[in-house]
Nanobody, 118 residues
């Protein structure tokens, strides 16, 4: 079973930036897709961005134009560059592989906490 390690979270001011990383224990290109999710307190986990193994990307409307998902295949690592952060971006961010129809298939890790001060 694939193992995932998220990192890069922290405290940022509104308007600031953070870069999250997700390293997989298997070849990242062997996975149909990888995705970032987030969960704020008292809210359900939601999809933030997705990248397929051929490099196509999709973003939730609430991050379009601000966040960028990309991958370093040699490092089996996926990233989420988050710019123009807003307080409502705060939460625990998780990565997970997806199947071809977008269903998460991996175990959920500990995630990485993002806090945005206003």
């Amino acid at each position: 079973q694939v193992q995932l390690v998220e990192s890069g979270g922290g405290l940022a001011q509104a308007g600031g930036s953070l870069r999250l990383s997700c390293t997989t224990s298997v070849s990242i290109v062997s996975l149909a897709a990888m995705a970032w999710y987030r969960q704020a307190p008292m809210r359900p986990r939601e999809l933030v961005a997705r990248i397929t193994n051929d490099g196509n990307t999709n973003y939730a409307n609430f991050v379009k134009g601000r966040f960028t998902i990309f991958r370093d295949d040699a490092k089996n690592t996926m990233y989420l560059q988050m710019n123009s952060l807003k307080p409502e971006d705060a939460g625990v961010y998780y990565c997970n592989p997806q199947d071809t129809v977008g269903v998460p298939t991996g175990p959920w890790g500990r995630g990485t906490q993002v806090t945005v001060s206003s």
